[in-house]
């Protein structure tokens, strides 16, 4: 077996990523730095950058039916709630706002303001539109001249913010939310109303928390006729989505490791099994299993491989860490000489002089 095999770097950001269900459902999933991420799966993706290109990219569009946007329109706030804070009329980011149709034409001039500013009609018959505007000129004071201040393009910008106010000024708007949602946010009722929450989405939401061996848990619990179909999505949105052999419905967790070939952020938890790279990862079930890191094969129960598997440990700093076996338990030192970590856990054991330790040279098992 060969020992100096190398493999494919796992992703460093956030990634996120669309989910069909045997049913049709369509999910966004979405995990932090440490995985795991499907290989096929787009990096430095966010769940509400998905969201976004659903609303504002014609290759990437949803079909949301009336009531879908109802939906995400649960926590909208109107436009006097929105400006209350001191703000400055300088931008409004990625909002769907339902507006008066009469005054449609200071929309479409205020859009005009800026080549890069966003106006797409989401719904006729509920006048929301999606709509994302900020200044002709990003302006500061430095040498590089794409950003130097000039008087055409102050006047410009002063121009863009006057009619940005004189949207909320003359009512052109009744109702309006910020889609951006903080995913991993821990406590819903935190978040403030203007602002979409996880449950006003009608697509299923799951997210893999920072510890990449817990499978990622669903955000909340959707209504099947309120659901996201994959016959609403384009096609491009169909191609790259992720299939999934399952029903969310059915499914508060998934580990997504085990149904299509995933990367998992390099740790001390990096294996051989039977000569494929592997990493020990919690199912559903709440047992750990090995699990396919960069490929895929069905997950074999930790203490199976251990037993009647090869199984071989990849140390992730290989000039310092080691595999050890502490009275029978396999493990490794953190950072190389930290306390012991026994394998599939952050459970860490301050070895005695009693014990019995055995240091495993690397790639024998």
């Given at each position: 077996?060969?020992?100096?095999?190398?493999?494919?770097?796992?992703?460093?950001?956030?990634?996120?990523?669309?989910?069909?269900?045997?049913?049709?459902?369509?999910?966004?999933?979405?995990?932090?730095?440490?995985?795991?991420?499907?290989?096929?799966?787009?990096?430095?993706?966010?769940?509400?950058?998905?969201?976004?290109?659903?609303?504002?990219?014609?290759?990437?569009?949803?079909?949301?039916?009336?009531?879908?946007?109802?939906?995400?329109?649960?926590?909208?706030?109107?436009?006097?709630?929105?400006?209350?804070?001191?703000?400055?009329?300088?931008?409004?980011?990625?909002?769907?706002?339902?507006?008066?149709?009469?005054?449609?034409?200071?929309?479409?001039?205020?859009?005009?303001?800026?080549?890069?500013?966003?106006?797409?009609?989401?719904?006729?018959?509920?006048?929301?539109?999606?709509?994302?505007?900020?200044?002709?000129?990003?302006?500061?004071?430095?040498?590089?001249?794409?950003?130097?201040?000039?008087?055409?393009?102050?006047?410009?910008?002063?121009?863009?913010?006057?009619?940005?106010?004189?949207?909320?000024?003359?009512?052109?708007?009744?109702?309006?939310?910020?889609?951006?949602?903080?995913?991993?946010?821990?406590?819903?009722?935190?978040?403030?109303?203007?602002?979409?929450?996880?449950?006003?989405?009608?697509?299923?939401?799951?997210?893999?928390?920072?510890?990449?061996?817990?499978?990622?848990?669903?955000?909340?619990?959707?209504?099947?006729?309120?659901?996201?179909?994959?016959?609403?999505?384009?096609?491009?949105?169909?191609?790259?989505?992720?299939?999934?052999?399952?029903?969310?419905?059915?499914?508060?967790?998934?580990?997504?490791?085990?149904?299509?070939?995933?990367?998992?952020?390099?740790?001390?938890?990096?294996?051989?099994?039977?000569?494929?790279?592997?990493?020990?990862?919690?199912?559903?079930?709440?047992?750990?299993?090995?699990?396919?890191?960069?490929?895929?094969?069905?997950?074999?129960?930790?203490?199976?491989?251990?037993?009647?598997?090869?199984?071989?440990?990849?140390p992730y700093y290989k000039d310092s860490s080691a595999e050890y076996r502490i009275n029978?338990?396999?493990?490794?030192?953190?950072?190389?000489?930290?306390?012991?970590?026994?394998?599939?856990?952050?459970?860490?054991?301050?070895?005695?002089?009693?014990?019995?330790?055995?240091?495993?040279?690397?790639?024998?098992?």
């Amino acid at each position: 077996m060969k020992t100096d095999k190398e493999y494919p770097a796992t992703h460093s950001m956030w990634t996120a990523w669309f989910a069909i269900d045997i049913d049709g459902n369509v999910a966004i999933m979405e995990c932090d730095d440490n995985g795991p991420s499907p290989i096929a799966a787009p990096k430095d993706e966010s769940s509400d950058s998905l969201l976004h290109e659903t609303l504002t990219d014609s290759e990437n569009r949803i079909k949301y039916t009336d009531e879908q946007l109802l939906l995400m329109m649960k926590h909208s706030i109107t436009p006097q709630e929105y400006i209350k804070d001191d703000y400055n009329y300088e931008n409004i980011w990625g909002n769907i706002c339902q507006i008066n149709p009469e005054k449609l034409s200071l929309l479409k001039e205020a859009a005009a303001q800026n080549p890069e500013n966003v106006l797409i009609c989401l719904s006729e018959n509920l006048n929301l539109w999606y709509i994302s505007f900020s200044m002709p000129h990003f302006l500061y004071n430095s040498g590089d001249s794409r950003y130097r201040p000039t008087k055409k393009r102050v006047e410009e910008n002063k121009n863009a913010k006057r009619l940005y106010k004189k949207i909320f000024d003359e009512g052109v708007f009744k109702r309006m939310v910020d889609l951006s949602w903080p995913l991993g946010y821990d406590n819903e009722d935190e978040i403030m109303d203007g602002q979409i929450h996880k449950s006003d989405s009608p697509l299923t939401l799951y997210f893999q928390q920072y510890d990449y061996r817990q499978p990622s848990e669903r955000m909340h619990t959707l209504p099947d006729n309120m659901s996201v179909k994959e016959s609403q999505l384009s096609e491009n949105l169909r191609n790259k989505a992720i299939r999934l052999p399952l029903r969310f419905s059915e499914h508060d967790k998934i580990q997504i490791g085990e149904f299509v070939a995933s990367n998992y952020m390099d740790s001390n938890d990096d294996w051989e099994v039977d000569g494929q790279r592997a990493t020990i990862a919690k199912l559903p079930d709440g047992d750990f299993y090995f699990v396919g890191n960069g490929c895929l094969f069905s997950p074999i129960p930790m203490e199976e491989a251990f037993d009647s598997h090869e199984t071989r440990f990849i140390p992730y700093y290989k000039d310092s860490s080691a595999e050890y076996r502490i009275n029978g338990k396999r493990g490794f030192l953190k950072s190389g000489n930290g306390p012991f970590e026994k394998v599939g856990s952050f459970e860490v054991y301050e070895p005695k002089d009693t014990d019995i330790i055995e240091k495993i040279e690397p790639y024998d098992d």
